[in-house]
């Protein structure tokens, strides 16, 4: 019975130890999630705003300007863009954005992957490591941006897709990234990133009426590459956001777990204690009653 009851003693006191970290773990979550949460819902009214004047540039554009990034293909080659995390104890949040790229994969690009025409550059270790396992024509040249989160770095890897596209070794480049909505919430795309998609104008609107200072062809060659380096760079801000977002989660609800087992184990650890003394009780009682007679 001792040996017992100093396992569950043992018990109660490893998870305990472990409340303690996930607390702190969630702590750091919360004031990192407060950081990133800010950056991306300042840059996101932009970055939309950029995005759909290129869009709109690209399809009013009356076809005497050459636009090599917008330029349609047939699709032999593609490159995905995929952003997880550096590390783990995220949740589900780093196995949902590689599952949703093995999905665009299988849905959109099997006859791609089936020849080996399928690239996956990645934005975090967490989809380095798990796609790179799976059998996937992975690059991990880009993967330890997190390590300095800045837009040079995040422009270096956009710089480098447009390059590749442009140099047709891809006819299509999509980014994979979960887009923050709340610190539970968190919503996984495959997003077109090149050629760069043209507004799907409705019936009876209006044509895009722009007047263009300095020429389009001069506007559209400065434009063009810096809308996208600002796209890209939003997408990994959504996705460092949905990873503190997805942590913080995860550690509180590893902690209320943690108090659940711990009243679980207590409940246990009394019990244990009671019958302990009571069997104690009954063989003094038994000694006692045994000397008298």
Request: aromatic content about 6%.
């Amino acid at each position: 019975m001792g040996a017992q009851l100093k396992e569950v003693r043992n018990r109660i006191k490893s998870v305990q130890s472990t409340q303690q970290i996930t607390k702190a773990m969630k702590m750091v979550s919360a004031a990192k999630l407060r950081k990133a949460q800010d950056s991306i819902i300042q840059m996101r009214p932009y970055a939309q705003k950029l995005q759909e004047m290129l869009s709109n540039i690209v399809s009013n554009s009356d076809g005497n300007t050459e636009i090599k990034l917008a330029e349609t293909r047939e699709i032999e080659k593609v490159l995905l863009i995929v952003i997880t995390s550096d590390r783990g104890l995220c949740g589900a949040y780093n196995a949902n954005v590689v599952k949703m790229a093995k999905a665009t994969i299988e849905e959109k690009y099997s006859t791609q992957f089936a020849k080996g025409n399928l690239a996956i550059w990645n934005i975090g270790k967490k989809g380095w490591e798990s796609l790179t396992k799976s059998g996937y024509k992975t690059d991990a040249t880009f993967k330890d941006i997190y390590l300095q989160l800045n837009f040079e770095n995040v422009q270096a890897a956009a710089i480098a897709a447009m390059k590749a596209f442009e140099n047709k070794e891809f006819d299509a480049v999509e980014l994979i990234y979960s887009e923050f909505k709340n610190a539970a919430t968190q919503e996984f795309k495959a997003e077109q990133f090149l050629p760069i998609p043209k507004v799907t104008s409705k019936a009876g609107a209006k044509k895009a009426d722009f007047i263009f200072e300095p020429a389009q062809d001069v506007l559209i060659a400065e434009l063009m590459p810096k809308i996208l380096n600002t796209q890209l760079y939003k997408a990994v801000l959504d996705g460092n956001a949905s990873e503190h977002g997805a942590r913080m989660t995860a550690m509180d609800k590893a902690s209320e777990n943690a108090n659940e087992l711990l009243k679980s184990l207590k409940l246990s650890y009394n019990r244990a204690r009671q019958a302990a003394i009571t069997t104690e009780l009954t063989e003094i009682v038994s000694g006692a009653a045994a000397l008298e007679g």
